[in-house]
């Protein structure tokens, strides 16, 4: 599928723009894969014949969501689903972890679907190069092809790789990739893998990659749920990120850490791990746990969501999460329309993640027209995904 050649015109929504501002009847205007236009006024504009015109008629407009932390499950006929689900509720750019045998695969799924992704592949425990290597393969077939992805490399459970493979892994040189490449690590999830990664090399899990060098501004730590305060400093000395997923961390009898990290000022995303549809599934289950005294307040999840954005809009050197003239064209149009006076943060929780979206943009590609997929077969996913066990 290539990219709509017009502008597209979004009219008549409710529009939060992401910097705080909600505007009630405004427009947003596409062109080239960014925002071009954002009219407050409630104007209509005069199509041009080869623009593509839609009517919000009072719905909520928004940036695309991030998923900071997406674990896709195997075989790929789920991993596929999971990714699809994402879209259908909002979603435009995820962080995912796949296995290097099946990164080829969802690689290949991800171009149909149009959603923007950093792809963390993840080597073997005895050929870690695997990851390096297949990302070397997979940058070579799709050069040119406009692909929204970019690779990273992933740890899933650190507790189980030697130093030196850790290291190797995690600094692995790509040939053909210039940048250094983000890394996905999941650390300090729950007490066994603490309680391994102490018994094995004598220290927590922070302390170890800041001893290996691995800690930095490309550095997101998923999950982190056992974090003390000395790791948690650690993380914003060096910039890295905590990336959490308050649904897992709540599952498991654990506190979301994300109002402790951003108190001391440290960088925080919002995950689904595999939990899936979308990250506000994960605020719902905040504002759940806020009422039972669980969790942290939800304008922390809020704040965290919108984090998410900053973390890929850094690596990829363009804004994102916002509807303001140059940022990347990832839009929204949800099916829900406010009957109450929103602000800039109001609007997530509200959502609640029930209704998801009707059009869903990314680079200026519509990849959802009224609740529809156009680069997949839904229905046929689904039915692979549920002879794959997926329920």
Request: glycine residues 14%.
């Amino acid at each position: 599928m290539v990219p709509f050649l017009g502008r597209i015109i979004i009219e008549g929504g409710v529009v939060a723009v992401g910097d705080g501002r909600v505007l009630d009847g405004a427009s947003v205007v596409i062109d080239r894969g960014l925002v071009s236009e954002l009219w407050e006024d409630g104007r209509r504009l005069s199509p041009g014949p080869s623009d593509q015109r839609i009517d919000a008629d009072g719905r909520l407009v928004t940036p695309g969501l991030v998923d900071s932390w997406m674990l896709l499950p195997e075989p790929r006929e789920r991993a596929a689903a999971h990714l699809a689900d994402a879209v259908l509720t909002g979603t435009t750019s995820v962080v995912a972890i796949v296995g290097s045998s099946s990164a080829a695969d969802i690689v290949g799924f991800i171009e149909r679907l149009g959603v923007r992704t950093i792809l963390g592949v993840e080597g073997g425990l005895e050929e870690p190069s695997d990851a390096s290597d297949t990302i070397s393969r997979l940058s070579r077939q799709l050069s040119g092809r406009g692909v929204f992805w970019m690779p990273a490399l992933a740890a899933g459970n650190m507790a189980r790789w030697s130093d030196d493979r850790l290291r190797v892994t995690m600094e692995a040189h790509v040939a053909g990739i210039r940048r250094p490449l983000p890394r996905l690590i999941a650390a300090a999830a729950d007490e066994n893998e603490l309680r391994d990664n102490y018994e094995q090399f004598s220290c927590r899990p922070v302390e170890r990659l800041r001893r290996l060098g691995l800690l930095g501004p490309r550095t997101l730590i998923g999950h982190g749920n056992l974090l003390d305060s000395e790791e948690m400093d650690a993380l914003v000395k060096t910039g890295a990120w905590l990336v959490s997923c308050p649904r897992s961390a709540l599952r498991s009898g654990h506190v979301p850490l994300l109002e402790r990290m951003r108190a001391k000022g440290g960088n925080v995303a919002l995950g689904t791990g595999d939990a899936g549809p979308g990250p506000l599934s994960e605020i719902a289950a905040l504002s759940a746990g806020m009422r039972a005294g669980l969790s942290p307040r939800t304008s922390v999840a809020v704040d965290a969501l919108k984090g998410g954005a900053s973390l890929v809009g850094s690596l990829l050197d363009a804004p994102l999460g916002l509807l303001v003239p140059g940022a990347l064209a990832d839009v929204v149009v949800h099916r829900w329309r406010p009957s109450w006076p929103i602000d800039g943060g109001s609007w997530m929780s509200g959502l609640d993640g029930v209704l998801g979206a009707d059009w869903v943009i990314v680079g200026g590609r519509i990849v959802l027209r009224e609740g529809r997929l156009l680069g997949v077969d839904l229905a046929a996913l689904s039915r692979a995904a549920r002879r794959h066990g997926m329920l």
